[in-house]
């Protein structure tokens, strides 16, 4: 258990579908992230939150939707999905504050398909 | 630009049987760091190393080991006596420095080690 919990762990949605993805940290840390892990392609980082202010996003299609209300809660918000979106979504946090370095603690990831 | 590369895509091996899986890295940054992440087939990734450019030292942990060689960009990760829960994907991870705030962390396409009992 490290502390990054997702929900829900597997969604199935149609392309006309609207849903949303969860993440929830208990490590008091203050960033966050999305990231995309597709069949054999590198983990691609998608949105960073620091202090809930979003500092990086990395060209991705406006039909995903990111929102981070405080520093522990992070969602993801899906509209108009294409079959290629299908992947597994995972979450990050880690501790931005004071230091130069960071490890980030992953969540289990929810595992999308899109029909 | 930052990248990483984890040339091993697949390994299988026996257990008992010490693995290398290898990790070579690209980076303009003077300071810079890297990780080594395990990805089991729950799908959630277990950070298991960091380390520090300006600190060349290699590490031992258990039956994991870590080999740092910046003259030929390289962070690679043993595994000593290899068991059967040692089988999921292995992430290399590079990470620019920054003042504060949040790191991009660059992944490597990762390396799927399979221990055969």
């Not at chain 1, 490590?27 to 992230?33: D, E, F, I, Q, T």
């Not at chain 1, 892990?37 to 990395?58: D, G």
């Not at chain 2, 380390?51 to 039956?63: C, K, L, P, T, V």
Request: aromatic share 12%; charged share 20%; with cysteine.
């Amino acid at each position: 258990e490290t502390g990054v919990t997702q929900t829900p762990r597997h969604l199935v949605m149609g392309m006309t579908n609207k849903k949303s993805l969860k993440c929830e940290q208990h490590l008091g840390h203050n960033a966050m992230y999305w990231y995309k892990q597709s069949a054999k392609k590198p983990l691609e980082l998608m949105f960073v939150y620091n202090f809930k202010e979003q500092t990086e996003n990395n060209s991705v299609p406006s039909r995903f939707s990111p929102e981070c209300p405080n520093s522990s809660h992070l969602f993801l918000h899906l509209h108009t999905l294409q079959p290629e979106d299908s992947a597994l979504y995972l979450c990050a946090s880690s501790q931005a504050r004071d230091r130069p370095y960071n490890e980030q603690f992953f969540g289990p990831g929810t595992r999308l398909t899109v029909l | 630009a930052q990248k990483v590369t984890q040339a091993q895509t697949e390994i299988s091996v026996v257990e008992k049987e010490d693995v290398t899986l290898d990790c070579v890295y690209e980076t303009r940054d003077t300071t810079y760091y890297l990780f080594w992440y395990k990805q089991p087939p729950s799908g959630e990734l277990v950070f298991l190393i960091r380390r520090n450019s300006f600190d060349e030292q290699n590490e031992i942990s258990g039956r994991y080991s870590w080999n740092f060689q910046k003259s030929t960009s390289s962070f690679n990760f043993t595994i000593t006596a290899s068991q059967v829960v040692d089988s999921a994907v292995y992430f290399c991870a590079l990470s620019e420095a920054r003042d504060t705030g949040a790191n991009n962390l660059f992944f490597g396409t990762g390396t799927r080690l399979t221990v055969i009992p």
